[in-house]
């Protein structure tokens, strides 16, 4: 849930636009079409996972995400 009328969406595209490095991770219990096919091309790459949603799932992803980034070790 974000405030007002922002949509996660809309939050991502706006935070791409202040620094393109960064990750996203988008969890939703809509569909990934139904959620991703609104945002820029690095919002449709973005990882994406379905409530209910797997806790190893989770920190799979999110490690992956900083591993990429070079914040951790592979």
Do not use: W
């Not at 920190?59 to 900083?66: L, M, S």
Request: proline share 4%; glycine share 8%; hydrophobic share 45%.
């Amino acid at each position: 849930m974000l405030p007002g009328d922002m949509t996660g969406i809309e939050l991502a595209n706006y935070a791409l636009t202040l620094d393109r490095r960064i990750k996203l991770i988008f969890i939703s219990g809509y569909s990934a079409a139904e959620v991703l096919d609104q945002g820029d091309q690095a919002v449709r790459n973005a990882p994406f996972l379905m409530k209910p949603l797997e806790m190893e799932d989770f920190f799979r992803i999110v490690g992956e995400q900083f591993a990429e980034q070079g914040a951790i070790d592979k």
